[in-house]
C-alpha cells in the first residue's frame, strides 16, 4: 500500500512540470498568459471571473477547486442527477454557489452561452457533453474557449491543468491534498482483503467489461490499499471495445474476472443482488462467497466528490 497511496500527489506533480497547460511565465498571478489546449492555443489577458461549462463531466472538477463558476450544462435528468440535470454528487455544491444552468440537456445553445457574458468557456474534447464542433463558431463570438480532454487523465490532471490555466494553482494543490489526506486517513481504518479483487461494469446499458488497472478506479483502490486484477492475457482477444474498462461479452465474462472479490463500477445493491444471480458467473469464488460489493451510483466517472463517495461505499464495508 505504500507504494500506491502516493500515486495521487506523485500524478499532479508531474502535470505540474510537464503538463503542455503549463504556462512560460510560471508566476501564478501574471497576466495575459497563453496555454496550450486540445484545440490550440488560447490567451487569456486577465484571470478569468466568470466562467461557464460545457461539460458536466469537469464541471464538479471545477467547483472542487474554487473556480469561479457561474454556469454549467445540464444533462438529461436521471436517477444520477437531480432535476435539474446536476450530477448529484455535486448538485449541492453548485446550488449553494449559485451555478446555473447554462442550458438543459446537453442541447448546444450559443445565445444562453452569451447571455451569461462568460470571460472563459471550458469544453470537453470527447464524450457526450463536447461541443468541439462548435468550437470556431466561439471563436467568431470572441468566447476564449479552454478545450479539455478528460478521456486519458485522472481528474487531478486535470485540476491542476486547469488550476495553471485559470491561476488557481493553490487552490488546486490544496484540493488535491484534501483527496490525498481522505484516502490516508479512510486506508487506514480498513482492512482490505488479502487477494486480488477485480472491478467490473455490470449490465451498463447491457454491456459488460473489467477496470483496467491504470483507470481511475483502480488506482483509488490501491490507494486504499487493494490489489487490483485487470483482464486476464488470456480473453484480450475477446474483447471489443477499451477504454479505462476492457468491455467483453457476457458470456466471456466470467473467465475475464480473475479477482476473489468484485467491485461494482456505478453499482447498488440492487446490481450486487442481480450478479449474484446470474448463473454465468455462479461458479466464480467472488459470486460462491458473496464477496461482491457496489461502488456506487456516481463511480462511473472520478471527481472530486465522487471520489469521496467512492470512497465512503468501499470502507462501509472493510471497515476494521
Do not use: C
Not at 507504494?3 to 508566476?27: E, K, N, Q
Not at 458473496?290 to 468501499?314: C, K, T, W
Amino acid at each position: 500500500m505504500q507504494a500506491a497511496r502516493p500515486i495521487f500527489l506523485l500524478l499532479a506533480t508531474m502535470v505540474i512540470l510537464f503538463s503542455p497547460y503549463r504556462t512560460a511565465i510560471g508566476a501564478e498571478q501574471v497576466w495575459p498568459r497563453t496555454v496550450k489546449h486540445e484545440a490550440g492555443e488560447l490567451t487569456l489577458k486577465t484571470k478569468p471571473v466568470r466562467i461557464v461549462s460545457t461539460t458536466p463531466s469537469i464541471t464538479g472538477i471545477l467547483l472542487a477547486m474554487g473556480a469561479p463558476l457561474v454556469a454549467t450544462a445540464a444533462t438529461t435528468p436521471s436517477p444520477l442527477t437531480d432535476n435539474k440535470g446536476f450530477f448529484l454528487q455535486w448538485a449541492d455544491v453548485a446550488d449553494e454557489r449559485g451555478v446555473e444552468v447554462l442550458y438543459p440537456n446537453l442541447e448546444f445553445d450559443m445565445e444562453a452561452i452569451i447571455g451569461f457574458e462568460p470571460d472563459l468557456l471550458i469544453a470537453s474534447a470527447t464524450g457526450a457533453d463536447s461541443v468541439v464542433q462548435h468550437y470556431s463558431e466561439l471563436k467568431a463570438q470572441g468566447i476564449p474557449t479552454l478545450v479539455v480532454n478528460y478521456s486519458n487523465q485522472s481528474w487531478q490532471e486535470i485540476a491542476t491543468q486547469l488550476g495553471t490555466a485559470l491561476g488557481l494553482e493553490d487552490e488546486t494543490g490544496a484540493t488535491i491534498a484534501r483527496f490525498d489526506a481522505k484516502v490516508a486517513v479512510v486506508a487506514a481504518t480498513i482492512t482490505p482483503p488479502s487477494e486480488p479483487v477485480t472491478i467490473v461494469g455490470y449490465n451498463i446499458g447491457n454491456s459488460y467489461s473489467v477496470g483496467r488497472i491504470s483507470s481511475p478506479q483502480s488506482q483509488l483502490l490501491q490507494a486504499l490499499g487493494f490489489k487490483v486484477d485487470g483482464l486476464p492475457d488470456t480473453v484480450a482477444k475477446d474483447v471489443t471495445r477499451r477504454s479505462d474498462f476492457d468491455f467483453i461479452s457476457h458470456e466471456n465474462l466470467s473467465a475475464a474476472i480473475t479477482g476473489k472479490s468484485i467491485f461494482l463500477l456505478r453499482g447498488s445493491q440492487n446490481d450486487v443482488q442481480a450478479l449474484l444471480k446470474d448463473p454465468v458467473l455462479a461458479n466464480l469464488p467472488a459470486v460462491r462467497d458473496h464477496n461482491v460489493y457496489p461502488l456506487g451510483p456516481s463511480s462511473f466517472r472520478i471527481d472530486y466528490y465522487s471520489g469521496l463517495q467512492m470512497i465512503e461505499a468501499v470502507a462501509s464495508n472493510f471497515r476494521k
